[in-house]
């Protein structure tokens, strides 16, 4: 028996559906049997919603899937815009590192984001100083270059 990841309704449920998959995909499992077994990966609030389902109302593993979904859409994580990215601002005694990583991690919350909008906006975020004036004088073409001069 596989160890299937939980979910208690607390999180995105796409993000556990994904889990699942994989895993049953790395079990060869596929049809059916994911019904069952997608039930026992159910704790807390998603227990109780799908406890709370009429008998029989379950067709598929796609039909499971389409009614988790919806029922849990609330959880789901939205994509950010690249507006939110205006609100990092590098504090007075961040290090470049550490402002950096933050604003990394920031960025993979937005959708499409153009290397060119990248720049722009980290430029308004960062401090006074050598990178500043060096990413406004020669903006970097790709993301590797940009790490680069960081």
């Known amino acids: 028996m596989p160890n299937l990841p939980k979910y208690d309704g607390a999180k995105d449920p796409m993000e556990h559906?994904?889990?699942f998959d994989l895993?049953?995909?790395l079990y060869g499992q596929s049809g059916p049997i994911n019904v069952?077994?997608?039930?026992?990966?159910?704790t807390g609030k998603a227990q109780e919603w799908f406890t709370n389902l009429p008998h029989g109302s379950i067709e598929s593993h796609d039909h499971q899937v389409q009614k988790f979904t919806f029922h849990f859409a609330s959880k789901r994580k939205q994509k950010r815009s690249a507006t939110h990215l205006f609100?990092?601002?590098q504090h007075d005694n961040e290090t470049l590192k550490n402002f950096m990583g933050r604003f990394n991690n920031e960025t993979l919350e937005v959708q499409d984001l153009r290397i060119d909008m990248m720049v722009n906006?980290?430029?308004?975020?960062?401090?006074?100083?050598?990178?500043?004036?060096?990413l406004a004088r020669d903006p970097?073409?790709?993301?590797?270059?940009?790490?680069?001069l960081a």
């Not at 069952?36 to 159910?42: D, N, Q, R, S, Y």
């Not at 906006?121 to 060096?134: V, W």
Request: hydrophobic content about 45%; aromatic content about 2%.
């Open 17 to 19: 559906l994904t889990e």
């Open 23 to 25: 895993v049953m995909n």
């Open 36 to 42: 069952k077994l997608f039930v026992t990966t159910l």
């Open 87 to 89: 609100t990092i601002r």
């Open 121 to 134: 906006i980290l430029i308004h975020g960062l401090k006074k100083g050598p990178l500043a004036s060096a």
């Open 140 to 148: 970097p073409s790709d993301l590797e270059q940009l790490m680069s």
